[in-house]
């Protein structure tokens, strides 16, 4: 059974930062390029990153770039988000899912407020 | 990039049919939609992928008979048959970019309402 679980989130300060991991199992996660995705409150889903396979290949939204990092290490087979210079407009629920986005975590949620 | 346009609401009786439409934006006409189910409190489930030929590759685990797609246009299409109480869900259709900072879109989402 295909499996994966977020965790890291919690409340943290605007300008602080926080890591998110996904541990994955059930499938062989070194062959698949995995994504970052977001959902606000009572919002629709936000794409918020993509890493290729091997990790050669990322991609950032306009909204986080220069302040998130997309990484994976496939021997732990586990996904990684590290988030620097949070901001109000951060807070979600973040969920880490294979691409194509066929297997989704139950998500971790972040809230960024004073 | 393509934008995903999603009516906000449905509704339906139980055991009734339902339709919900996403149309992608102008120009877009050969892109591919991923549906996906949300239930409350949950996260995404991926329920198919939908061309203008129907649909593309497998339904996602445990999906039932009484899903199913269509693609016309601009507009990917999907179908619930005898509506069920566990239907009641919002439901979100994606789109591949494939590269760049809108790698991935989607569209606002359709909560239905099991009547």
């Known amino acids: 059974e295909v499996q994966l679980v977020e965790s890291g989130g919690g409340l943290v300060q605007p300008g602080g930062s926080l890591r998110l991991s996904c541990a994955a199992s059930?499938?062989?996660?070194?062959?698949?390029?995995m994504n970052w995705v977001r959902q606000a409150p009572g919002k629709g889903l936000e794409w918020v990153s993509y890493?290729?396979?091997?990790?050669?290949?990322?991609y950032y939204a306009d909204s986080v770039k220069g302040r998130f990092t997309i990484s994976r290490d496939n021997a732990k087979n586990s996904l990684y988000l590290q988030m620097n210079s949070l901001r109000a407009e951060d807070t979600a629920v973040y969920y880490c899912?294979?691409?194509?986005?066929?297997?989704w975590g139950q998500g971790t949620l972040v809230t960024v407020s004073s | 990039q393509p934008v995903l346009t999603q009516p906000p609401s449905a509704s339906a009786s139980l055991g009734a049919s339902v339709t919900l439409t996403c149309t992608l934006s102008?120009?877009?006409?050969?892109?591919?939609v991923d549906w996906y189910q949300q239930r409350p409190g949950k996260g995404p489930r991926f329920v198919m992928r939908?061309?203008?030929?129907?649909?593309?590759?497998s339904k996602g685990d445990g999906i039932p008979d009484r899903f199913s797609v269509l693609g016309s246009g601009l507009n990917r299409y999907l179908t619930i048959k005898n509506i069920q109480e566990e239907d009641e869900s919002d439901y979100h259709c994606?789109?591949?970019?494939?590269?760049?900072?809108?790698?991935?879109?989607f569209g606002g989402g359709t909560k239905l309402t099991v009547l």
């Open positions: 899912a294979s691409h194509p986005l066929y297997y």
């Open positions: 059930g499938f062989t996660f070194s062959s698949y390029e």
């Open positions: 890493i290729s396979s091997s990790g050669s290949t990322i």
């Open positions: 102008s120009g877009y006409s050969n892109y591919k």
């Open positions: 939908v061309g203008t030929g129907g649909i593309v590759g």
């Open positions: 994606g789109a591949d970019h494939g590269s760049g900072s809108n790698f991935v879109v």
